[in-house]
């Protein structure tokens, strides 16, 4: 699966803000207030209790493998690491470079997956409100910042 003609990608750049209220991440809000966030994001689309429930759905099908992906490119980084430290050839050095960009590939394809699950729960006046306030210079969806 790709991503081909460049309109998609600033919807795919949306989406991965919202992946990243779906799918919930450390966040520097106090404990009290996470969440509000993604409340105040539901009410300025419209989102209704189904397509909450569908993003949360969608969310747990995709969070496993993600999971798996993220570990295994720490364990590869570090390996890598460790290879440059220890004076490994270039052979090697590069073996695990590929091997790394393979899991960059594959993370990349459960989020553009992550993203279009999403784009297919939203309305398209959703969608469009969603673009049109994505263009906004400083648009104030607040979204958090993935941690």
């Known amino acids: 699966m790709t991503i081909s003609g460049r309109a998609s990608w600033p919807m795919a750049g949306i989406l991965s803000g919202m992946l ?3 799918t919930g991440t450390a966040s520097a ?3 009290e207030h996470r969440g509000q966030g993604f409340v105040r994001f539901q009410q300025r689309l419209g989102l209704s209790e189904d397509q909450v429930r569908a ?9 496993e493998a993600r999971r798996q992906v993220r570990r295994s490119m720490m364990a590869a980084r570090r390996s890598l690491n460790d290879l440059i430290l220890q004076g490994a050839d270039d052979t090697a050095v590069k073996a695990k470079t ?4 393979q899991l960059s ?5 459960l989020r553009v ?9 939203l309305t398209p006046e959703q ?5 049109q306030r994505h263009q906004r210079p400083h648009s104030g969806l607040d979204l958090p910042v993935a941690g």
């Open 20 to 22: 990243v209220l779906a």
């Open 29 to 31: 809000e106090p404990p």
């Open 55 to 63: 993003l949360h759905q969608a969310r747990e099908q995709q969070w």
């Open 98 to 101: 590929a091997e790394m960009q």
């Open 105 to 109: 590939a594959q993370a990349l394809e």
């Open 113 to 121: 997956r992550a993203m279009q699950d999403f784009a297919r729960i």
């Open 127 to 131: 969608r469009a409100r969603l673009l």
